[in-house]
Antibody
Framework: EVQLVQSGVEVKKPGESLRISCKGS????????INWVRQMPGKGLDWMGR????????NYSPSFQGHVTISIDKSISTAYLQWSSLKASDTAMYYC??????????????WGQGTLVTVSS | DIQMTQSPSSLSASVGDRVTITCRAS??????LNWYQQKAGKAPNLLIY???SLQSGVPSRFSGSGSGTDFTLTISSLQPEDFAAYFC?????????FGQGTKVDIK
Protein backbone atom coordinates (compact mmCIF):
# COMPACT_ATOMS: atom_id res chain seq x y z
CA GLU A 1 0.00 0.00 0.00
CA VAL A 2 1.34 3.40 -1.00
CA GLN A 3 1.64 5.73 1.97
CA LEU A 4 3.06 9.16 2.63
CA VAL A 5 3.37 9.83 6.34
CA GLN A 6 4.16 13.35 7.47
CA SER A 7 5.67 14.62 10.68
CA GLY A 8 3.50 16.07 13.44
CA VAL A 9 2.13 19.43 14.46
CA GLU A 10 4.64 22.25 14.89
CA VAL A 11 4.30 25.44 16.93
CA LYS A 12 7.09 27.94 16.35
CA LYS A 13 7.98 31.59 16.90
CA PRO A 14 8.71 34.08 14.11
CA GLY A 15 12.33 33.89 13.03
CA GLU A 16 12.79 30.27 14.07
CA SER A 17 13.82 27.54 11.66
CA LEU A 18 11.83 24.41 10.91
CA ARG A 19 12.04 21.22 8.89
CA ILE A 20 9.03 18.98 8.31
CA SER A 21 9.16 15.55 6.74
CA CYS A 22 7.26 13.20 4.46
CA LYS A 23 8.16 9.50 4.46
CA GLY A 24 7.11 7.35 1.53
CA SER A 25 6.48 3.62 1.66
CA UNK A 26 4.87 0.89 -0.42
CA UNK A 27 6.43 2.00 -3.70
CA UNK A 28 9.76 2.77 -5.34
CA UNK A 29 10.48 6.12 -3.69
CA UNK A 30 13.02 7.30 -6.26
CA UNK A 31 10.63 6.75 -9.19
CA UNK A 32 8.09 9.45 -8.36
CA UNK A 33 8.54 13.16 -7.72
CA ILE A 34 7.33 14.57 -4.40
CA ASN A 35 5.35 17.84 -4.44
CA TRP A 36 4.61 20.18 -1.54
CA VAL A 37 1.31 22.07 -1.28
CA ARG A 38 0.32 24.77 1.22
CA GLN A 39 -3.18 25.41 2.52
CA MET A 40 -3.60 28.50 4.66
CA PRO A 41 -6.47 28.47 7.18
CA GLY A 42 -9.80 28.43 5.37
CA LYS A 43 -8.15 28.93 1.99
CA GLY A 44 -7.33 27.01 -1.18
CA LEU A 45 -4.33 24.99 -2.30
CA ASP A 46 -1.01 26.60 -3.26
CA TRP A 47 1.59 24.57 -5.14
CA MET A 48 5.00 25.26 -3.58
CA GLY A 49 7.42 23.10 -5.50
CA ARG A 50 8.64 19.59 -6.18
CA UNK A 51 11.69 17.37 -6.05
CA UNK A 52 12.90 14.39 -8.04
CA UNK A 53 14.07 11.87 -5.43
CA UNK A 54 16.37 10.21 -7.97
CA UNK A 55 18.70 13.19 -8.33
CA UNK A 56 17.34 15.87 -5.95
CA UNK A 57 16.42 18.20 -8.85
CA UNK A 58 13.93 20.80 -7.63
CA ASN A 59 11.34 23.19 -9.11
CA TYR A 60 9.88 25.98 -6.99
CA SER A 61 6.93 28.26 -7.48
CA PRO A 62 8.18 31.86 -7.75
CA SER A 63 5.91 32.62 -4.79
CA PHE A 64 8.00 30.34 -2.56
CA GLN A 65 11.44 30.43 -4.20
CA GLY A 66 14.04 31.62 -1.72
CA HIS A 67 11.77 31.22 1.30
CA VAL A 68 11.63 27.44 1.54
CA THR A 69 13.96 24.58 0.67
CA ILE A 70 12.84 21.17 -0.52
CA SER A 71 15.25 18.30 -0.04
CA ILE A 72 15.40 14.53 0.02
CA ASP A 73 17.11 11.68 1.83
CA LYS A 74 16.49 8.75 -0.44
CA SER A 75 18.27 6.37 1.91
CA ILE A 76 15.28 6.67 4.23
CA SER A 77 12.64 7.50 1.56
CA THR A 78 11.95 10.88 3.11
CA ALA A 79 11.34 14.31 1.64
CA TYR A 80 11.68 17.53 3.60
CA LEU A 81 10.33 21.06 3.53
CA GLN A 82 12.47 23.56 5.40
CA TRP A 83 12.36 27.19 6.51
CA SER A 84 15.35 29.11 7.87
CA SER A 85 13.28 32.00 9.26
CA LEU A 86 9.57 31.53 9.79
CA LYS A 87 6.97 34.28 9.51
CA ALA A 88 3.50 34.42 10.97
CA SER A 89 2.19 34.18 7.41
CA ASP A 90 3.71 30.67 7.17
CA THR A 91 0.93 29.43 9.45
CA ALA A 92 -0.77 26.76 7.37
CA MET A 93 -1.30 23.09 6.71
CA TYR A 94 1.40 21.62 4.48
CA TYR A 95 0.84 18.53 2.36
CA CYS A 96 3.27 16.36 0.47
CA UNK A 97 1.97 14.45 -2.54
CA UNK A 98 3.36 11.93 -4.99
CA UNK A 99 3.37 12.80 -8.67
CA UNK A 100 2.31 10.01 -11.01
CA UNK A 101 2.64 10.38 -14.77
CA UNK A 102 1.19 8.36 -17.62
CA UNK A 103 0.89 9.20 -21.27
CA UNK A 104 2.65 12.46 -20.62
CA UNK A 105 -0.01 13.61 -18.16
CA UNK A 106 0.84 13.95 -14.47
CA UNK A 107 -1.27 14.13 -11.34
CA UNK A 108 -0.91 13.99 -7.55
CA UNK A 109 -2.23 10.54 -6.79
CA UNK A 110 -1.23 10.00 -3.15
CA TRP A 111 -1.13 12.63 -0.44
CA GLY A 112 0.27 12.78 3.06
CA GLN A 113 -2.05 13.52 5.95
CA GLY A 114 -0.70 17.05 6.31
CA THR A 115 1.49 18.85 8.83
CA LEU A 116 -0.01 21.82 10.65
CA VAL A 117 2.50 24.61 11.23
CA THR A 118 1.59 27.48 13.54
CA VAL A 119 3.90 30.48 13.79
CA SER A 120 3.07 32.87 16.59
CA SER A 121 4.92 35.04 19.06
CA ASP B 1 1.88 31.70 -14.45
CA ILE B 2 -1.33 30.09 -15.68
CA GLN B 3 -4.34 31.32 -13.73
CA MET B 4 -7.12 28.84 -12.97
CA THR B 5 -10.57 30.24 -12.23
CA GLN B 6 -13.35 28.07 -10.85
CA SER B 7 -17.04 28.84 -10.72
CA PRO B 8 -19.04 28.97 -8.67
CA SER B 9 -17.03 29.51 -5.49
CA SER B 10 -19.75 27.72 -3.57
CA LEU B 11 -23.04 26.04 -4.21
CA SER B 12 -25.83 24.47 -2.24
CA ALA B 13 -27.39 21.30 -3.56
CA SER B 14 -29.57 18.39 -2.46
CA VAL B 15 -28.85 14.70 -2.47
CA GLY B 16 -29.62 13.38 -5.94
CA ASP B 17 -28.95 16.65 -7.71
CA ARG B 18 -26.74 16.92 -10.77
CA VAL B 19 -23.87 19.29 -9.98
CA THR B 20 -21.54 20.99 -12.43
CA ILE B 21 -18.39 22.91 -11.56
CA THR B 22 -16.38 24.77 -14.17
CA CYS B 23 -12.70 25.63 -14.36
CA ARG B 24 -11.18 28.06 -16.83
CA ALA B 25 -7.48 28.40 -17.62
CA SER B 26 -5.90 31.72 -18.57
CA UNK B 27 -4.29 30.04 -21.59
CA UNK B 28 -4.72 26.78 -23.45
CA UNK B 29 -3.58 23.77 -21.44
CA UNK B 30 -4.82 21.01 -23.77
CA UNK B 31 -6.11 18.33 -21.37
CA UNK B 32 -3.48 18.85 -18.66
CA LEU B 33 -6.17 19.28 -16.01
CA ASN B 34 -6.83 17.40 -12.79
CA TRP B 35 -9.67 17.55 -10.27
CA TYR B 36 -9.35 16.91 -6.52
CA GLN B 37 -11.91 16.55 -3.76
CA GLN B 38 -11.13 17.70 -0.24
CA LYS B 39 -13.34 16.81 2.69
CA ALA B 40 -13.20 18.88 5.86
CA GLY B 41 -10.04 18.22 7.84
CA LYS B 42 -8.65 15.78 5.28
CA ALA B 43 -6.02 15.80 2.57
CA PRO B 44 -7.14 16.29 -1.04
CA ASN B 45 -8.03 13.20 -3.05
CA LEU B 46 -7.54 12.79 -6.81
CA LEU B 47 -10.82 12.33 -8.69
CA ILE B 48 -10.12 13.02 -12.37
CA TYR B 49 -6.85 13.29 -14.28
CA UNK B 50 -6.10 14.35 -17.86
CA UNK B 51 -9.42 16.23 -17.87
CA UNK B 52 -11.64 13.19 -18.26
CA SER B 53 -9.98 10.04 -16.88
CA LEU B 54 -11.51 8.66 -13.70
CA GLN B 55 -8.99 7.79 -10.99
CA SER B 56 -9.14 4.20 -9.80
CA GLY B 57 -11.64 3.71 -6.99
CA VAL B 58 -13.57 6.92 -7.68
CA PRO B 59 -17.33 6.41 -8.19
CA SER B 60 -18.60 6.64 -11.76
CA ARG B 61 -21.01 9.45 -10.85
CA PHE B 62 -17.98 11.74 -11.17
CA SER B 63 -16.96 12.77 -14.67
CA GLY B 64 -14.79 15.40 -16.28
CA SER B 65 -14.73 17.02 -19.68
CA GLY B 66 -13.10 19.82 -21.59
CA SER B 67 -9.95 20.78 -23.41
CA GLY B 68 -8.05 23.95 -24.13
CA THR B 69 -9.21 26.54 -21.60
CA ASP B 70 -12.63 25.34 -20.40
CA PHE B 71 -13.25 22.32 -18.22
CA THR B 72 -16.13 20.82 -16.28
CA LEU B 73 -16.50 18.47 -13.35
CA THR B 74 -19.91 16.84 -13.11
CA ILE B 75 -21.44 14.83 -10.30
CA SER B 76 -24.40 13.06 -11.86
CA SER B 77 -26.30 12.35 -8.65
CA LEU B 78 -24.96 14.02 -5.52
CA GLN B 79 -24.47 11.70 -2.56
CA PRO B 80 -24.10 12.67 1.12
CA GLU B 81 -20.38 11.85 1.05
CA ASP B 82 -19.83 14.27 -1.86
CA PHE B 83 -20.30 17.40 0.23
CA ALA B 84 -16.77 18.76 0.10
CA ALA B 85 -14.52 21.27 -1.65
CA TYR B 86 -13.36 20.64 -5.20
CA PHE B 87 -10.21 22.01 -6.81
CA CYS B 88 -8.92 21.96 -10.36
CA UNK B 89 -5.18 22.02 -11.08
CA UNK B 90 -3.28 22.46 -14.31
CA UNK B 91 -0.28 20.22 -14.99
CA UNK B 92 0.72 21.96 -18.25
CA UNK B 93 3.49 24.10 -16.84
CA UNK B 94 5.15 25.11 -13.59
CA UNK B 95 4.09 26.51 -11.24
CA UNK B 96 1.31 23.93 -11.06
CA UNK B 97 -1.52 26.28 -10.18
CA PHE B 98 -4.83 25.34 -8.55
CA GLY B 99 -8.23 26.92 -8.92
CA GLN B 100 -9.53 28.71 -5.83
CA GLY B 101 -11.94 25.90 -5.06
CA THR B 102 -15.67 25.24 -5.08
CA LYS B 103 -17.40 24.32 -1.84
CA VAL B 104 -20.44 22.08 -2.23
CA ASP B 105 -22.74 22.07 0.78
CA ILE B 106 -26.16 20.81 1.71
CA LYS B 107 -29.21 22.84 0.66
Amino acid sequence: EVQLVQSGVEVKKPGESLRISCKGSGYSFTSYWINWVRQMPGKGLDWMGRIDPADSYTNYSPSFQGHVTISIDKSISTAYLQWSSLKASDTAMYYCARRYCSGGRCQLDYWGQGTLVTVSS
Amino acid sequence: DIQMTQSPSSLSASVGDRVTITCRASQSISNYLNWYQQKAGKAPNLLIYAASSLQSGVPSRFSGSGSGTDFTLTISSLQPEDFAAYFCQQSYSTPRTFGQGTKVDIK
